[in-house]
């Protein structure tokens, strides 16, 4: 049988992670999984139940007891058996996962969840601190970067908020994702950087499976 892969994909809002993590587990049929789906299921389930984005301790017993499933192939998400995959793309939503994405005991929660996941299967799994937390280890590790302008532009063509407040949002989020103490975001000295700007998704799919094509046996885990 051949060996679990690895594919660790970081980088700030709207370098393209999801989008390409999605083509290129389907490309090699791997699972993916989107982490910062995990921290919005989290964040949506703290704003509904009325629970302080402050508040470390209730955090923690919904990181802990947050039932989250991916279905697979079709990109939608579980929170408790209800399908949340529109509700935790919501402006205010993005906003929650950043701020419990914080609390290290929400973290750790998550991180066991997701090494479960990647300890059964191929993964394909993108976020903040893949390559540099989740996977240490991972066989490939990728870190996806575009210019601020150009993540806003996109982040707007997905959202009919006004560019001048999605760009005041991703840039303070990105500030709070890079400054935290826990886990934050940061290139894994043995990360590939791939800078998204002014490529189609086409090229940056083409790249990152070379990328990976590379470093396994065409998906597959060299035998050697
Ligand atoms: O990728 P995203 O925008 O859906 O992520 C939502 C938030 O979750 C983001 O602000 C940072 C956080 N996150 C994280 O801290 N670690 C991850 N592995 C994934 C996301």
Known sequence: MSKRITVAIDGP??????TLARR???KLGYLYIDTGAMYRA????????NVALSDMHRL???????????????GGVLLNGEDVTEAIRAPEIAEA????????????????KQREIGARASVVMEGRDIGSVVFPDATVKIFLD?????RVERRAGES?????????????????????????????????YVDTTGLSVDDVEAALLKIIRDRTSNGKERTQ
């Not at 996962?97 to 991180?111: D, F, L, T, Y």
Request: hydrophobic letters at 45%.
């Open 146 to 150: 575009a210019r601020p302008e150009v």
């Open 13 to 18: 809002a709207g370098a393209g992670k999801s």
């Open 160 to 192: 009919s908020l006004p560019p001048e407040i999605i760009a005041r949002q991703i840039s303070e989020r990105d500030q709070r994702d890079r400054t935290r103490p826990e886990s934050p975001l940061v290139q894994a000295p043995d990360a590939v």
């Open 24 to 26: 290129i587990a389907d």
């Open 97 to 112: 996962a950043s701020k419990v994405s914080m609390v290290p005991a929400v973290r750790r929660a998550m991180v066991a």
């Open 60 to 74: 923690e017993q919904l990181a802990n007891e947050a039932r989250i499933e991916f279905v697979p192939g079709s």
């Open 42 to 49: 989290v964040g949506l389930w703290a704003v509904r139940a």
